[in-house]
């Protein structure tokens, strides 16, 4: 199968070290969104999935993402 996405979150920045270690409310309300397509395929133990996506805002903003996973995305 094929799928399209439209992918957001603010999970991106929680592991980067702060200089000063603190989070102010401009920090979490700062959302990253990303589109792409995936392909899926349907095997005994559950579909293979192949997502491509890039980045539309956030720091991240420019190349792309690739993923493989086995089972469905929650």
């Keep these: ?3 399209l996405f439209l992918d957001y979150g603010n999970a991106y920045g929680w592991l980067l070290p702060a200089e ?3 989070i ?3 920090d979490l309300l700062q959302i990253a969104v990303a589109y792409g397509f995936g392909l899926r395929y ?3 133990v559950g579909p293979v999935r192949f997502d491509f996506a ?3 805002t956030g720091p991240n ?3 792309y993402a690739f993923h493989i996973g086995l089972g469905h995305a929650f």
């Design 1 to 3: 199968g094929i799928t």
């Design 20 to 22: 000063d270690n603190k």
């Design 24 to 26: 102010e409310i401009k």
């Design 42 to 44: 349907d095997t005994m």
């Design 54 to 56: 890039w980045p539309w």
């Design 61 to 63: 903003n420019g190349g």
